[in-house]
């Protein structure tokens, strides 16, 4: 079969076409049939497809976290209460208004129990935080070093919660390379912490 052949085909009487030429355009139909079949119907299948394996990957992942918290909520609760015990013993340790006075007189009586000479003890202005304040005071103590130590042990010994900033010791009159029995200055911030009520804690 040449051009020419084909050039001559009769489309009005296509019965009389040699049957090549009849197999090669049942071919091309069914291939142009499938193509279209594909596009507008199978290829929107496979993207629903995708869509659902991708919900369902999602899901499962949703799911296994979900057992993994439901599997340990029981310890998850026992930490809670844990923790609010904890929480609940903190804040008690942290003074009300009114104790506040009594709580500056029992930090200064530490110092002066451990043998120290206080040269400042200055309160500061409260800061307040999320639902406490602090309330710093400058200290400036004449002192040994074992005389600081008792010092700094006493204040954790207080039912309190008392902390030390900012330390800095340094030997009188600026002498150097004396015993641990050397008269020193120490210069820090105590910083105690008393608990806001619900009119003060916003």
């Not at 355009?25 to 991708?54: H, P």
């Not at 710093?136 to 103590?141: D, E, N, Q, S, T």
Request: negative net charge.
């Amino acid at each position: 079969m040449n051009l020419q052949e084909l050039n001559e085909l009769d489309f009005s009487n296509i019965g009389e076409w040699p049957l090549a030429i009849k197999l090669i355009i049942i071919l091309l139909v069914c291939t142009g049939i499938g193509v279209a079949w594909y596009f507008f119907n199978i290829e929107d299948q496979y993207k629903r497809l995708a869509r659902v394996q991708q919900t369902e990957s999602e899901l499962r992942d949703d799911f296994e976290l979900k057992q993994g918290r439901a599997a340990n909520l029981d310890a998850y609760r026992e930490q809670l209460a844990e923790m609010q015990e904890s929480f609940g013993t903190m804040i008690r340790q942290l003074p009300n208004k009114t104790e506040v006075a009594d709580l500056l007189v029992d930090v200064s009586q530490a110092g002066l129990a451990a043998g120290l000479q206080f040269e400042l003890f200055q309160p500061e202005a409260e800061l307040p935080r999320e639902f406490y304040a602090e309330l710093p005071i400058k200290l400036r103590v004449n002192g040994t070093y074992h005389e600081f130590g008792d010092f700094v042990s006493g204040l954790a010994s207080l039912p309190r919660i008392v902390t030390i900033h900012n330390i800095v010791i340094k030997p009188t009159n600026n002498r150097r390379g004396q015993s641990g029995d050397a008269p020193l200055v120490l210069e820090a911030v105590a910083k105690t912490y008393r608990y806001l009520d619900d009119e003060e804690g916003g």
